[in-house]
């Protein structure tokens, strides 16, 4: 492949991510194509991002009938797409009320504020190896040190416990000062770590103990990503707040804090902002996302995430495979980055959570073919 680095590309780019030396030019369903014309299949995208494959015709359509019709107004006005996509979150929630912004980093920010004002209390409750995002509030309930380390002071009354263990959930909680309890149901960059049922009712007992918020962080794992709308459907508990972000624009930044109608009423006009929040061409897509997440649709990721992850358990070098539907983790006897390097080299683009922990977040829609021919590049690869 050509250098995009050789070519001078990005010289004039602030060096926060190691990218690969690769530049993708278009993109086609489970499909991208680099500056080259060389193919690759995409079973990262963009980071469990572009859930319907690349230019969804439906999603592609909403958002240029839109841009075509009004790009913005600002929140002091009311615009269709940003309503109707409240309400059909609303509607999957089981009854909600939707706050809009750009990003996943930006939902969780939107969610610490709303549990302190709702509650009347400081302390947020997190996970060790959870990720929430790079402002300092989502950095502050990020349980991952390495990436706290040159940025402090960080946001106070952050306590954390350990995935899984009920007994140190309590005592990061026992003093009583629970404004919320923050839990990824499906941890994404901290190594695909799946929270069970029982250690998330311990959660929600511990924050509603305390007259605190559950949150789920969905960011990752939600918009069908695991094979049911959101994650927390398949674990058994609903949250009084969960964020989304992702997938839930097929691409388009936007970010979402949705409240259940059970613990409304923590905002007051004013209390939380937004420029660009509920953008309409943004919502517009989001909205025919949500359109085309069907039962169908969440049937074939549960089935292809099984076949997906039975694949991976038999990969030479695999020690162990986790994660829900299509977001899939594979912790493999050697480091995971040259695996992923091999493996761009040979067009199959994949990630990683962690050191040795492979990442695989294909598109949903991706087919059993796709999943077998990234697999059979895996299996070149590892061998
Ligand atoms: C990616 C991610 C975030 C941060 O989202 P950004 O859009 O990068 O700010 C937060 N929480 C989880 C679980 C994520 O995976």
Redesign the pocket.
Known sequence: MTSALAAGLGAHVLPTYPRADVCFVEGDGVWLVDTDGRRYLDFLAG?AVVGLGHRHPAVTAAAHAQLDRLWHVSNLFWTQPMAELADRLSARLGGGQAFFCN????A?EAALKYARKATGKTGIVALEGS????TLG?LSATGQPAKHVGFGPLVPDVRFAKLNDAESLAAAGADGNVACVLI?PVQ??GGINSATPAFLESAAALAHGHDGLLVF?E??CGVGRTGTFFAHEQLGVRPDAVTL??GLANGLPI?ALLVSDEAAGGFQPGDHASTFGGNPVTCAAACAVLDALDDDLLAHVRALGARLAAGLAALPGALETRGLGLLAGCELDRPAGPVVAACLERGLVIGTAGERVLRLTPPLVATEEDVDLALATLAEVLR
């Open positions: 980071i990003s996943g980093a930006e969780i990720f929430h995002g790079r989502a990824e994404g960059e962080d960011v990752q972000a992702k970010g």
